[in-house]
């Protein structure tokens, strides 16, 4: 366990801080932690975990092995050992630290207020997690959160809002981990290919290659969530089915879950053919951005619709995501924050 403590700083530990603060800090936090491999994945390559908590919280943290000195505002500092213990406790069971997970990691404390506001049964249960053979996913935004809550309880759900902030990744997730676990037989994942108007036979190979650069990102969330020859096996058996939208149509899908990706560029037809494909004891997860719609001209977003028409629906949930929302890198959430207030102007 990591052994923390706080102070006001020295004189010479107020030197040290001046190179980064044009004041010394208000506060001091010295934490030592107990494994030396858990702390030196805490920190992470070149110190960039520690350089991102510096940059959100605006505090300074030196690392001397598996010393580790905060220093900067009272809140701050609390706010920083606080992520360093919540990551530190995964870094011990020996799971890798992505920025991302330090991101979420800020996120959360922040979320969660200071020491004496926080609510213990909140700190208990933490966000939620959605448990995979290879490796545990987490959530790191409260949306994110909201949506895994909205998986497990629902048997329709709409993930709605802009690129970065783990629609589609979650719900791969949260596919594989029914299916791991039989409760389901298989897992079904369209997209519709509007680059090519669903006409697909110009391209060469078989149905999997032809669709392959439409579906690519729906692989690459399977390949990293599930073992790699796990997902070989059932792509073969037909256990795992990846199709464009256009093949959908007459089908009923039983014992399955089931995702529709970039759902923003499907037609109100479209949407409604694929709601309709739901069966018995399936789910389905419906993704997209409507800010991002590569519909011709005049054409109706099938998700924007059926988001207005399902709104308030028992059975279907709905969760919708911001920039604030974004993990997958600063400058992507900076982006999106960007082009939102351009088209609010």
Known sequence: MPKSASEQPSLAQSRKFDRNMSIPPEAQVVIDFDDNRAASALVGPYGQNLALIERR????????GNHITIGGSRDGCDAARRVLESLYAQAVKGHDLAQGDVDGAIRAVVAQGSLFEFDAKNAKSGFETINLRKRPV??????????????KRHELVFGVGPAGTGKTWLAVAHAAQLFERKEVDRIILSRPAVEAGERLGFLPGDLREKVDPYLRPIYDALYDLMDARVVERALQAGEIEIAPLAFMRGRTLTNAAIILDEAQNTTSMQMKMFLTRLGENSRMIITGDPSQVDLPNGQTSGLAEAARLLDGVDGIAQVRFTGEDVIRHELVARIVAAYEGAKER
């Open 138 to 151: 987490r959530a790191r935004t409260a949306a994110q959160d909201s949506y895994i809550r909205a998986l």
């Open 57 to 64: 919280l605006g505090v300074v943290v030196d690392s001397r």
